[in-house]
T-cell receptor, first 116, second 114 residues
Framework: EAEVAQSPRYKITEKSQAVAFWCDPI?????LYWYRQILGQGPELLVQ????????DSQLPKDRFSAERLKGVDSTLKIQPAELGDSAMYLC??????????????FGPGTRLTVT | KQEVTQIPAALSVPEGENLVLNCSFT??????LQWFRQDPGKGLTSLLL?????REQTSGRLNASLDKSSGRSTLYIAASQPGDSATYLC?????????????FGAGTRLFVKA
């Protein structure tokens, strides 16, 4: 069964350092999402791609966060510099608008970030 | 602005009990609604997706209903098992400039006692 891949699964970094997360969506899924989930809360959308284009980054803290999906397949989310408040689970998801799909989202295992 | 609320925040039930989890949303102009399960420290697993034109969806012991006019969805779990212990999240999707926007509730933490 096709899955969304993410790496690393866990990351510990010191504040002010740079950190990067990688996501490989399900093959053929044109839409890719990055979410941040703080413990005890629901995921919050950071950025959404349609192919290689950003369609929503309204909640992305652009002074320190950046995201790219250069070839419209895999994607990288970067934080520089990391702050203590960035400690959270970072989730990647993908979806398709193909027949019977209706943007149903499939999630990867997430990356747990701890900033010390 | 769409807001999604899940009640209760936490629930503990004995094994075998039937239970209902609730999700309410403020804007009824939705495209679809999706229920997820999340185990501690893990990603989200899709359970059921209901299109705005549908009233319910079923998968095994799970049944999700949607009442757009009242802004509510319920997830019914029949004959609960300890393996059902997890956090259940609902997500509402609506059309927005540039595509679709997804808003999640904070989830209901379920514990099924053996």
């Amino acid at each position: 069964e096709a899955e969304v891949a993410q790496s690393p699964r866990y990351k510990i970094t010191e504040k002010s350092q740079a950190v990067a997360f990688w996501c490989d969506p399900i093959s053929g899924h044109a839409t890719l999402y990055w979410y941040r989930q703080i413990l005890g809360q629901g995921p919050e959308l950071l950025v959404q791609f349609q192919d290689e284009s950003v369609v929503d980054d309204s909640q992305l803290p652009k002074d320190r966060f950046s995201a790219e999906r250069l070839k419209g397949v895999d994607s990288t989310l970067k934080i520089q510099p990391a702050e203590l408040g960035d400690s959270a689970m970072y989730l990647c998801a993908s979806s398709s608008i193909g027949p019977g799909q209706f943007y149903e989202q499939y999630f990867g295992p997430g990356t747990r970030l701890t900033v010390t | 602005k769409q807001e999604v609320t899940q009640i209760p925040a936490a629930l503990s039930v004995p094994e075998g009990e039937n239970l209902v989890l609730n999700c309410s949303f403020t804007d009824s102009a939705i495209y679809n609604l999706q229920w997820f399960r999340q185990d501690p420290g893990k990603g989200l697993t899709s359970l059921l997706l209901i299109q705005s034109s549908q009233r319910e969806q079923t998968s095994g012991r799970l049944n999700a209903s949607l009442d757009k006019s009242s802004g509510r969805s319920t997830l019914y779990i029949a004959a609960s098992q300890p393996g059902d212990s997890a956090t259940y999240l609902c997500a509402v999707r609506r059309r927005d400039t540039g595509g679709f926007k997804t808003i999640f509730g904070a989830g209901t933490r379920l514990f099924v006692k053996a």
